[in-house]
């Protein structure tokens, strides 16, 4: 029996979701993320407007006048949303905590996904693989996605990237688009995620509180890492103490960065205290461009 709070805590994504991607994101998903190509579907009479280039000159001849070949894009994709669900997912102290707006990610992208017919599945990866959900249309399949997402609880706690890619790799047999949802608090995953990208269309969404790169002075501070439990104490009045916080934090965003620029691996950098639709919207747009 699932509890009546999820239940309106599932509906409530959804509207929140579906609305957005009735405005705005359907459209730009569909012009990026195409098919595997496209087949023949028919010949008919030139019309104005046409591109000359798709003319079957060989019908042309034969009839007398202009006939072009139209092609029907083969829309169906699979989708896979690779999500971290590790402990420090729990850390938030915006609006929404990192996990919740994973949740909230994962449903706009899945129905983005059922929407243009694509079918879309689901791993969640603490330093272990801990649930796969084969991937599947409509919008049943969906609520169940977010269903999961809501109700999961982790056995591991730390973050392992690199295994959960390896299990990608050992499920995924044909080309998919894959968004790898995390804060990339793991180490030792550039080699699978080259890996990962030769193969699939990888898409990777980092996400990160603001307290994870500047410290404002509010005094002592006792802090546990939600990964090792380690505790400690900071003294946030320091000037060069949180000059130094935000200097390391910098760095790490600058080869973060770097490293997904040098990999050629697209990226989407998302703040807990900001909205994750503009920056959605500003990649599909520079992709779109692209290709």
Known sequence: MIPRELIRHIRRIEIRTNRMV???????????????????????????GDDIRTIDWNVTARMGEPFVKRYRE??????????????????????????????????????????????????????RVEKFIPPKKGKKHVLRLIRELLMFEPTGGSTDIRAALEFMGTILNRKSVVFLISDFMSSDYDQALRIANKKHDLVTISITDPREVEMPPIGFLELEDAETGEIIILDTYNEGFRAKFSENADRETARLKADFKRMKIDHVPIRTDQSYIDPLIRFFQQRAQRY
């Open 22 to 48: 009735n405005d705005v994101m359907a459209g730009e998903y569909h012009s990026v993320f195409k098919g595997r190509g496209v087949e023949f579907e028919e010949v008919r009479e030139y019309q104005h």
């Open 74 to 127: 083969e829309r169906e994709l699979t989708v896979m949303l690779v999500v971290d669900a590790s402990s420090s997912s729990l850390f938030g102290t915006a609006e929404k905590m990192k996990g919740e707006l994973a949740v909230e990610l994962s449903a706009l992208l899945a129905f983005s996904a059922i929407k243009n017919n694509d079918r879309v599945g689901l791993i969640l990866f603490t330093d």
